[in-house]
């Protein structure tokens, strides 16, 4: 089992930046992939950006260039870094875990962007 929570998630003007954060209740070392997703009310879950064990990180074109997501495993945090954001990054952001094949997600932050 591995309980993830994020935070780091507001209110921010257009071409504002925020730093998500997601704590983990087991060993980073232990998670294969951590992802970002985000979803606004009403639609689909949409992926945002993954980084692997390796630190290989890939992202959606939505964020491709904005975002930044990385992971500190002596700490057991994962984080999404957010620049230059616009009114269609509003949404709720929540952090995935993969665990020798099984997923885990936290609860979510709310990241609203509007001047």
């Known amino acids: 089992q591995v309980q993830l929570v994020e935070s780091g998630g507001g209110l921010v003007q257009p071409g504002g930046s925020l730093r998500l954060s997601c704590a983990a209740s087991?060993?980073?070392?232990?998670?294969?992939?951590l992802s970002w997703y985000r979803q606004v009310l009403g639609k689909e879950r949409e992926w945002v950006a993954s980084?692997?064990?390796?630190?290989?990180?890939y992202y959606a074109n939505s964020g491709k260039g904005r975002f930044t997501i990385s992971r500190d495993n002596a700490e057991n945090m994962g984080y999404l870094q957010m620049n230059s954001l616009k009114p269609e990054d509003t949404a709720v952001y929540y952090c995935?875990?993969?665990?020798?094949?099984?997923?885990?997600w936290g609860q979510g932050t709310q990241v609203t962007v509007s001047s």
């Open positions: 087991r060993r980073f070392v232990d998670i294969n992939t």
């Open positions: 995935r875990a993969i665990v020798n094949g099984a997923q885990y």
């Open positions: 980084i692997s064990s390796g630190g290989y990180s």
